[in-house]
Nanobody
Framework: QVQLVESGGGSVQAGGSLRLSCTTN????????SGWYRQAPGKQREMVAT???????NYSDSAKGRFVISRDNAENILYLQMTDLKPEDTAVYFC??????????WGQGTQVTVSS
């Protein structure tokens, strides 16, 4: 059974930082593109950042310059370092794994709340 388990969410003030972590098993971690998505209340889920097994990254426009996605291949952990957080970053953040066309696996999500 594939499991993606997120941690690190919480409440911060605008301008603050958080680091999200996601653990999974080695097979999933090495076989798929890993990424972070988020879903704010009343909005569709959107991609925040993705990273391929060899390290190539992709960011949404809102994440560029503020968020950094990285992976620890030895420990099978995916990270999202978020800085200069804004109230509009408030959402449930999901860890995901998939290929170029589809997400195949989702984590349960972790809440990030940014107050002004």
């Amino acid at each position: 059974q594939v499991q993606l388990v997120e941690s690190g969410g919480g409440s911060v003030q605008a301008g603050g930082s958080l680091r999200l972590s996601c653990t999974t098993n080695r097979i999933v971690f090495q076989a798929y593109i890993s990424g972070w998505y988020r879903q704010a209340p009343g909005k569709q889920r959107e991609m925040v950042a993705t990273i391929r097994t060899y390290g190539s990254t992709n960011y949404s426009d809102s994440a560029k310059g503020r968020f950094v996605i990285s992976r620890d291949n030895a420990e099978n952990i995916l990270y999202l370092q978020m800085t200069d957080l804004k109230p509009e970053d408030t959402a449930v953040y999901f860890c995901a794994a998939g290929d170029a066309d589809n997400v195949h696996y989702w984590g349960q999500g972790t809440q990030v709340t940014v107050s002004s």
